[in-house]
Nanobody
């Protein structure tokens, strides 16, 4: 499985971006897929995950601002990010795994397939 992120960039505080993750094969709804981010000097953290059963889980810091979704026909996962803040600045990664640990969906170490990452920078 190969994952390719797109849609990152630089925005001002309060702005919006939509990230896309294109999968090399049809894994949406068969795998757990999600978005993670890592800022310099910090650990990788779970942002939002879409379980194979359709269940969504969000990190506390993004609840109400970010929305994860999918397009099965395009084998693509999305992350709509609204009201972006400087603390959202990070490298964002798409991840997937066939094994879904629903008690730990936001645990990065549970995922075996990763994209190369894309930078999101929010200025104040």
């Amino acid at each position: 499985v190969q994952l390719q992120e797109s849609g990152g960039g630089s925005v001002q505080s309060g702005g919006s971006l939509r990230l896309s993750c294109a999968a090399s094969e049809s894994i949406v709804r068969r795998y757990c897929m999600g978005w993670f981010r890592q800022a310099p000097g910090k650990e990788r953290e779970g942002v939002a995950v879409l379980g194979a059963n359709g269940r969504t889980t969000y990190g506390d810091s993004v609840k109400g601002r970010f929305t994860i979704s999918q397009d099965n026909a395009k084998n693509t996962l999305y992350l709509q990010m609204n009201n972006l803040q400087p603390e959202d600045t990070a490298m964002y990664y798409c991840a997937a795994d066939r094994a879904c640990y629903y008690a730990e969906l936001l645990a990065a170490w549970r995922y075996n397939y990763w994209g190369q990452g894309i930078q999101v920078t929010v200025s104040s």
